[in-house]
């Protein structure tokens, strides 16, 4: 469960200024909105199996935009909420590698988001099971990368900054999401591959995985936007 999202032990002094908090707000907005997206996509796709399926594939089809619109959003989303992150840190002495990562992690949504898939697990209806590479579908999969990978260890690094802080559960929490992420998203990428035992159910490790790492974004965001203070003219010098 994730931690509750209490009041700094010392009371901010001053509020970050309204241009950080609408870059911290894209964070909190940005969870949400992509997995209703994918919700509604897959629920009215005629074929899709969430339990087996990857969400990219919603890309595919006729309605494909719409999933296709849906990681070029939320990856600028992401990329605002990573500079609030930088701005609401720097002057307590956050670590930059962390908005770095949730960086790298937007630009994985955003270029996911141009290039499509290939076909996987025989959806669209009619497809065959395993992957067959295209030049767009290879593309779209190095930019997977940064979004599997800079996530957990971005969860890693805040994390870490959390303990130094003395907020040990928000670093048990954030250690806690990177294992369960990394973890679902192994698993995924197996089921995917057409594993005996985790074909069936590639889909829905991927949303343990997407649903952990968006619970924890989201997280972060609203505890930054509540308890971060930050200083009058640091924020302006970001």
Excluded: K
């Amino acid at each position: 469960m994730p931690p509750s999202l209490p009041p700094s032990p010392d009371p901010p002094t001053c509020r970050a200024s309204p241009l950080t908090r609408a870059l911290l707000a894209c964070g909190a907005a940005g969870g949400p909105l992509f997995i209703v997206v994918f919700l509604i996509a897959g629920a009215t796709r005629p074929g899709y199996d969430p339990i087996r399926h990857p969400v990219s594939s919603l890309a595919l089809g006729g309605l494909g935009w719409v999933q296709s619109a849906n990681f070029l959003i939320t990856g600028l989303l992401m990329l605002a909420f990573a500079v609030g992150v930088r701005r609401a840190l720097r002057p307590l002495g956050g670590s930059l590698w962390g908005p770095l990562l949730i960086g790298a992690y937007a630009v994985g949504l955003f270029g996911a988001g141009v290039f499509t898939g290939d076909p996987v697990s025989g959806y669209p209806p009619g497809t065959p099971d395993a992957i067959h590479y295209t030049v767009p579908g290879a593309v779209h999969d190095v930019f997977s990368i940064p979004v599997f990978i800079a996530l957990p260890i971005a969860c890693a690094v805040v994390g870490r900054w959390f303990a130094r802080q003395g907020r040990r559960g928000w670093a048990a929490y954030s250690g806690a999401t990177a294992v369960v992420f990394v973890a679902a998203f192994v698993l995924a990428s197996l089921g995917f591959g057409q594993a005996e035992g985790l074909v069936e159910y590639g889909g829905l490790l991927q949303r343990v995985a997407i649903v952990a790492g968006w619970g924890w974004l989201v997280l972060l965001a609203v505890d930054l936007l509540r308890t971060r203070p930050t200083a009058p003219d640091a924020d302006d010098r970001a």
